[in-house]
């Protein structure tokens, strides 16, 4: 499985941003893409993730109301829209996937084998 994370960049605090994920290889039935997040000096968290099967989705609270993600099945591809930007959203992106997570462990990124390279936002204020 091959990760492609782009659509980062640099916007002003309130601006949006979409963050596209294209998956290759088997990225399909019961696997989960994850969003995570990682600003400099800290931990790597999670932001949101999304089932292939079904679509359902989970989110950090930092991402709820203003983050959404969702897929593409045909396109092989899951987004990440990121509204209302604010300044401590600054921080280099990834996607990630694997095919046995259970619910409990989505938000964890020790769970998830494939990591794309990851796409840097940067939000001034």
């Known amino acids: 499985v091959q990760l492609v994370e782009s659509g980062g960049g640099l916007v002003q605090a309130g601006d949006s941003l979409r963050l596209s994920c294209a998956a290759s290889?088997?990225?399909?039935?019961?696997?989960?893409m994850g969003w995570f997040r990682q600003a400099p000096g800290k931990e790597r968290e999670f932001v949101a993730a999304?089932?292939?099967?079904?679509?359902?989705?989970y989110y950090a609270d930092s991402a709820k109301g203003r983050f959404t993600t969702s897929r593409d099945s045909a396109k092989k591809t899951v987004y990440l829209q990121m509204n209302n930007l604010r300044p401590e959203d600054t921080a280099v992106y990834y996607c990630?996937?694997?095919?046995?997570?259970?619910?409990?462990?989505?938000?964890?990124?020790?769970?998830?084998?494939?990591w794309g390279q990851g796409t840097e936002v940067t939000v001034s204020s």
């Open positions: 999304i089932r292939w099967n079904g679509g359902s989705t």
């Open positions: 290889g088997r990225t399909y039935g019961s696997y989960a």
């Open positions: 990630a996937a694997d095919n046995s997570i259970i619910l409990s462990a989505m938000g964890s990124a020790a769970a998830y084998k494939y």
